[in-house]
T-cell receptor, first 113, second 113 residues
Framework: NAGVTQTPKFQVLKTGQSMTLQCAQD?????MYWYRQDPGMGLRLIYYSASEGTTDKGEVPNGYNVSRLNKREFSLRLESAAPSQTSVYFCASSTDRQNYGYTFGSGTRLTVV | GENVEQHPSTLSVQEGDSAVIKCTYS??????FPWYKQELGKRPQLIIDIRSNVGEKKDQRIAVTLNKTAKHFSLHITETQPEDSAVYFC????????????FGKGTKLSVKP
């Protein structure tokens, strides 16, 4: 049982390049999330998907797009990377019941130069 | 929307002492309050949670208390050990938000041997 798997673990991009962060969960969870973590800022929600086929913006969606490919997979795309997107990105999933915590992936450390 | 404030941002204690981290939330509709521990370079992991129909919950050396009237909740760690050193995040989930957690900015706990 792998839980939540994120790839890649590390990435360096040049300004303007694009990339997709992949996330997959094997817990049959309906809800999936993308957060970014910056020093002193905690975890901020970028996008979420409450169920397959639906996505919604979170607190900091600008510069990102997402795709809920199927129930297992939720990808995050940076179309034109900017230095301000240098961060650690975490994918998470949860059951569709509100009162349960998240299971996080191991994170992607992204640097945009 | 919901706002979660967390204090202190850093906390240093001697091994064996107790540590207390406090969080306040803004929306009285919030009804789920988890705490996450994040070790350096690792993913956040759920350590304890509490729901609004409960005032206190304990799990070995950790406990969480909730004061709905004052809209604050706290994490208590007793008999601290060096392995408790980590960043701790509180979070709140507002009813109807499809389970989206709003996180505090974190507390870096250092336990000195």
């Amino acid at each position: 049982n792998a839980g939540v798997t994120q790839t890649p673990k590390f990435q360096v991009l040049k300004t303007g390049q694009s990339m997709t962060l992949q996330c997959a969960q094997d817990m049959n969870h309906n809800s999936m999330y993308w957060y970014r973590q910056d020093p002193g800022m905690g975890l901020r929600l970028i996008y979420y998907s409450a169920s397959e086929g639906t996505t919604d913006k979170g607190e900091v969606p600008n510069g990102y797009n997402v795709s809920r490919l199927n129930k297992r997979e939720f990808s995050l795309r940076l179309e034109s990377a900017a230095p301000s997107q240098t961060s650690v990105y975490f994918c998470a999933s949860s059951t569709d019941r509100q009162n349960y915590g998240y299971t996080f992936g191991s994170g992607t450390r992204l640097t945009v130069v | 929307g919901e706002n979660v404030e967390q204090h202190p941002s850093t906390l240093s204690v001697q091994e064996g002492d107790s540590a207390v981290i406090k969080c306040t939330y803004s929306d009285s509709a919030s009804n789920y309050f988890p705490w996450y521990k994040q070790e350096l370079g690792k993913r956040p992991q759920l350590i304890i949670d509490i729901r609004s129909n409960v005032g206190e919950k304990k799990d070995q050396r950790i406990a969480v208390t909730l004061n709905k009237t004052a809209k604050h909740f706290s994490l208590h760690i007793t008999e601290t050990q060096p392995e408790d050193s980590a960043v701790y995040f509180c979070a709140a989930s507002m009813e109807g938000s499809q389970g989206n957690l709003i996180f505090g900015k974190g507390t870096k706990l250092s336990v000195k041997p």
